[in-house]
């Protein structure tokens, strides 16, 4: 398990999400697939130039297809009317997963220089943090309705 | 300074401090920065979701179905516009223009949604004046429609530039860096999508006010 998750995260020894200490460190592993190396990469290389780029127009496709069934499941969820307390957090996990699709792969923040994806990421992370005062100062403020 | 000429090649160390590519590291911020635009609106809406006093309600306009086709357009633009940086680095001038070009459409196919959409709401008596849901609505909504409408012209010009040869392999960034913006005017409709259309389609009057309110 703890195997499988260092090659789905790291970044050919170094750790996608590790912070480079210098640029040669940040250089773009070429024959490395999308998600990781050994027979996983093997796989995914299949989608790929042959191992000379991260990711091919079959590989963009792919991950295309899998965004539009996100989207259908989002949908369909929708439509379901019986989830309950469950739908909320059924569709902020889809969507999760839709704008990570989009931000690893299609902005590709998985193949490209870690700081990078450190930089939005910290981004993101001052967004939610602006986000979450607003909703509580917002809310506690008793702001009047005002029509 | 160093260009760098393609991801899913090797990427020269640029000649900063940072080793990175100055112009890609200014569309980062700005995306950065747009995070926290976005997210003001979004947690606006979220603060006077279910407040307004006088109608038409979420419940009452939103249109599911047809929100649903205009955000896989969208996220289906994000694709072409993958494929076509993916192209433009390859040197497939024809295909790389072809692609440019579908993110153009689509992007303009996903501002006619948006178009007949607002057009729709105000016949149907909802504008960003009526109500506290009017107001948040449009003005998030609008803010990222000018999104796209910037990107479509800004993509508009890519596709210029490709047909006519100046972009190529090896200034493809410049194709890179309008790709950013677009993938997330993207991520930007995803969040909209589930929070604003999803979560909120069956929001009617604020509870224990429904005998009250009028229309």
Known sequence: MANLWQKLTHHKGNGWWNLPHTASNELNPPHEGPVGGAWLGNWWRFWTHGGVSHAGPKFYWLVGFILAVITALEVWAFALEGLGAWYIPILLILAVAKFIGVVAYFMHLRFDKPMFTWFFASSMVVGVLIFVALMFLMENAHTPVLF | ????????????????????????????????????????????????????????????????????????????????????????????????????????????????????????????????????????????????????????????FMAYSSHKGALRPDNALDLEIAGLYWHFVDIVWIVIFTVIYLISANDGPPPGMESMITH
């Open chain 2, 1 to 156: 300074m160093t260009q760098a000429v393609a991801i899913d090649h090797h990427e020269p160390i640029e000649n900063t401090s940072t080793g990175l590519n100055s112009r890609k590291l200014m569309m980062w911020a700005f995306l950065g920065s747009d995070v926290m635009f976005f997210g003001a609106f979004i947690a606006t809406y979220l603060v006077y979701r279910g407040k307004s006093l006088v109608g038409p309600y979420p419940s009452e306009i939103l249109d599911i179905p047809l929100t649903t086709l205009s955000t896989f357009v969208l996220l289906m633009s994000s694709l072409a516009m993958v494929l076509a940086l993916h192209y433009v680095k390859d040197g497939e001038r024809n295909k790389g223009t072809l692609w440019i070009l579908a993110v153009v459409v689509l992007g303009a196919i996903f501002m006619g949604f948006q178009f007949y959409e607002f057009r729709e709401f105000g016949h149907l008596g909802l504008t960003p004046r009526t109500n506290i849901f009017g107001t948040t609505f449009f003005i998030l909504t609008g803010i990222h429609g000018a999104h796209v409408t910037i990107g479509i012209i800004w993509m508009g």
